[in-house]
T-cell receptor, first 113, second 111 residues
């Protein structure tokens, strides 16, 4: 079974803090994605990566950065957390270029106070 | 701009009812349409459709794609309380790695 894990299920941080969210997949997938999910807005793509050290901006990259130093690990970084980044963050992975289903991690519910 | 619209936004039914969830899309160079079920955690994959008119089926769930009219439906027959979830539709196009998601349909099945 494909497994995608995320470092925390729940996280509470203060405004201005630097926040790291980690995602690890165990199926040697090339592509990894970070989404945020908000009520009424669905899943919105923040960043994705199609190879180690390769990344592309999604639809809402402002305030975020990413790192992919190893194939199995994709990190999302909030450089200076703000209250409008309070959200559910979902990581996903897939093989191939959008030709297969995505496998999702359990999500991290981040609250910024 | 690529877009996916799901309807209804939410739905409440009783056990045993049949429901139909809708997903319409506008996407350049359509490649595939996917359905996911999301309970209180990660979305789990249900179906991927690429060809028009071919029904995919898994137990009480089935889905079909109409590429001419640009929509898909997800049917659930004999609903059970365990079907309560948010159902997400996503489409992909041939030009990018991106999956474009709709906002989902929240289904609640009452005992």
């Amino acid at each position: 079974d494909v497994k995608v894990t995320q470092s925390s299920r729940y996280l509470v941080k203060r405004t201005g803090e630097k926040v790291f969210l980690e995602c690890v997949q165990d199926m040697d997938h090339e592509n990894m994605f970070w989404y945020r999910q908000d009520p009424g807005l669905g899943l919105r793509l923040i960043y994705f990566s199609y190879d180690v050290k390769m990344k592309e901006k999604g639809d809402i990259p402002e305030g975020y950065s990413v790192s992919r130093e190893k194939k199995e690990r994709f990190s999302l970084i909030l450089e200076s957390a703000s209250t409008n980044q309070t959200s559910m963050y979902l990581c996903a992975s897939t093989m191939g270029a959008a030709t297969y289903e995505q496998y999702f991690g359990p999500g991290t519910r981040l609250t910024v106070t | 701009e690529d877009k996916v619209v799901q309807s209804p936004l939410s739905l409440v039914v009783h056990e045993g009812d049949t429901v139909t969830l809708n997903c319409s899309y506008e996407v350049t160079n359509f490649r595939s349409l996917l359905w996911y079920k999301q309970e209180k955690k990660a979305p789990t994959f249900l179906f991927m459709l690429t060809s028009s008119g071919i029904e995919k089926k898994s137990g009480r769930l089935s889905s079909i794609l109409d590429k001419k009219e640009l929509f898909s439906i997800l049917n659930i027959t004999a609903t059970q309380t365990g079907d309560s979830a948010v159902y997400l539709c996503a489409v992909t196009n041939s030009g990018t790695y991106k999956y474009i998601f709709g906002t989902g349909t929240r289904l609640k099945v009452l005992a």
